[in-house]
């Protein structure tokens, strides 16, 4: 089934451009690695970044822009490079007939977690609510496991948060979210997503900033789970 809802234009954008926090832009490379859509959108954003950093450079006549100056000895380097055992000869890919089994972990993430969401050390946060924390430099990245019948806490946002769905599905003020689907909310969202199906509901789930919550309990515990 493909995507019915895609992250915003200029976050693919700022993707394409590699000025993501890099939280935010694990998730939106788990999506755009699975849509077509993105994919092509991503493409478009990189070719006209290349094409403005083009434009931005001075103009050089035929003749210099042919013209490349290599240092003295260079050529030598090169060759005592591939005939050193540093050099590693470049691999080529051949496609395999054999088809692997299908995975809910983004191909991005599998180095890190491996192919099953169900073998990894889910955290409890509540009733009905898990979490697994995943390294990231800026910002929060965390896998959030929601059970059939429960619903997260309201809550508003200090920063964007941009969630995509592995497994499951989810509904909230937004609309109904499913496998595939990314959510990327500003500050201004104020939502209480809750499952929608009677299966767990597993998202990745990227937050440059703390989220707000109304209630008293959820702000007391929001230490604990780094949220």
């Given at each position: 089934m493909k995507p019915q809802h895609h992250p915003d234009s200029s976050s693919l954008m700022s993707y394409a451009a590699g000025s993501l926090p890099d939280s935010i832009a694990t998730v939106i490379a788990c999506h755009v690695s699975t849509c077509e859509q993105c994919q092509?959108?991503?493409?478009?954003?990189?070719?006209?970044?290349?094409?403005?950093?083009?434009?931005?450079?001075?103009?050089?006549?035929?003749?210099?822009?042919?013209?490349?100056?290599?240092?003295?000895?260079?050529?030598?380097?090169?060759?005592?490079l591939i005939d050193s055992d540093e050099?590693?000869?470049?691999?080529?890919?051949?496609?395999?007939?054999?088809?692997?089994?299908?995975?809910d972990v983004p191909l991005p993430l599998q180095p890190l977690l491996g192919k099953s969401l169900d073998n990894l050390l889910w955290k409890s946060m509540a009733p009905g609510l898990k979490q697994f924390v995943l390294p990231a430099t800026s910002g929060t990245l965390r896998l959030l496991r929601i059970a059939p019948g429960t619903s997260m806490p309201i809550h508003s946002h200090t920063g964007s948060e941009v969630t995509l769905v592995l497994r499951g599905s989810y509904?909230?003020?937004?609309?109904?979210?499913?496998?595939?689907?990314?959510?990327?909310?500003?500050?201004?969202?104020?939502?209480?997503?809750?499952?929608?199906?009677?299966?767990?509901?597993?998202?990745?789930?990227?937050?440059?900033?703390?989220?707000?919550?109304?209630?008293?309990?959820?702000r007391l515990l929001q230490p604990f789970f780094q949220l």
């Open positions: 092509r959108n991503v493409a478009e954003a990189e070719q006209l970044g290349r094409f403005l950093m083009e434009s931005s450079l001075p103009e050089q006549s035929e003749e210099e822009s042919q013209h490349i100056d290599l240092a003295p000895n260079a050529r030598d380097d090169i060759l005592a050099y590693v000869e470049p691999q080529v890919v051949v496609e395999s007939d054999v088809q692997e089994a299908p995975s509904y909230d003020e937004m609309g109904r979210f499913g496998a595939g689907d990314v959510a990327d909310l500003d500050p201004e969202v104020e939502h209480q997503p809750a499952t929608a199906t009677g299966e767990d509901c597993i998202c990745l789930i990227a937050t440059d900033a703390p989220l707000k919550f109304s209630g008293l309990v959820p």
